[in-house]
């Protein structure tokens, strides 16, 4: 692949998602409350393709890649099958354990997705990564975020956001 490659159709590797062990496509109003996932290799809940569906008081740990992915990384047209999940008061730990370039809560191309009142920490990369695409697309409501190696910020990289980030530091 050529890194100055910004024509997509030429170059999908950076965007092929892993696989979840929990595989949720082509769904609506899929819920898991107070699950807990631990010791799995590759990404612990994926949702594709589904709509209105929540992770809420669920405990992630030593998990190889994300512990939750959501939407398409490939295409922004996919943000209109991804719309309305949450992941919300949530437990991640030790996410990213063998895939180190995962952040604990991915989420591609989707909209209105809330990341609420969860808890992060013993990270290989970062607790976020949202809208991933890195602006090779047009999209409009693209946003990578990510804090920063030592914690002090939160950074954004994307389309034109109009994405909402609150947090508050301990």
Same mark, same amino acid.
Request: glycine share 10%.
């Given at each position: 692949?050529?890194?100055?490659?910004?024509?997509?159709?030429? !170059? &999908?590797? &950076?965007?092929?998602?892993?696989?979840?062990?929990?595989?949720?496509?082509?769904?609506?109003?899929?819920?898991?409350? %107070?699950?807990?996932?631990?010791? @799995?290799?590759?990404?612990?809940? !994926? @949702?594709?393709?589904?709509?209105?569906?929540?992770? !809420? %008081?669920?405990?992630?740990?030593?998990?190889? %890649? *994300?512990?939750?992915?959501?939407?398409?990384?490939?295409?922004?047209?996919?943000?209109?099958?991804?719309?309305?999940?949450?992941?919300?008061?949530?437990?991640?730990?030790?996410?990213?354990?063998?895939?180190?370039?995962?952040?604990?809560?991915?989420?591609?191309?989707?909209?209105?997705?809330? @990341? *609420?009142?969860?808890?992060?920490?013993?990270?290989?990369?970062?607790? @976020?990564?949202?809208? &991933?695409?890195?602006?090779?697309?047009?999209?409009? !409501? *693209?946003?990578? *975020?990510?804090?920063?190696?030592?914690?002090?910020?939160?950074?954004?990289? %994307?389309?034109?956001?109009?994405?909402?980030?609150? &947090?508050?530091?301990?």
């Amino acid at each position: 692949t050529n890194p100055n490659n910004s024509v997509c159709e030429n !170059d &999908w590797a &950076w965007s092929v998602k892993a696989p979840g062990n929990v595989a949720v496509r082509r769904s609506r109003r899929v819920s898991f409350v %107070g699950c807990e996932f631990s010791r @799995l290799g590759g990404v612990g809940v !994926d @949702l594709s393709n589904s709509s209105d569906c929540s992770i !809420d %008081g669920s405990y992630f740990h030593d998990v190889s %890649g *994300a512990a939750v992915q959501i939407g398409s990384y490939q295409t922004p047209l996919g943000a209109e099958s991804d719309v309305g999940n949450s992941v919300t008061h949530t437990v991640v730990h030790r996410a990213a354990a063998e895939y180190s370039g995962f952040a604990a809560l991915q989420v591609g191309y989707t909209q209105r997705t809330t @990341l *609420a009142h969860n808890d992060v920490s013993n990270l290989t990369y970062g607790a @976020l990564s949202i809208g &991933w695409g890195w602006a090779r697309h047009e999209a409009w !409501d *693209a946003t990578n *975020a990510g804090w920063s190696f030592d914690d002090a910020f939160l950074y954004t990289t %994307g389309g034109n956001d109009r994405c909402i980030m609150q &947090w508050r530091q301990k």
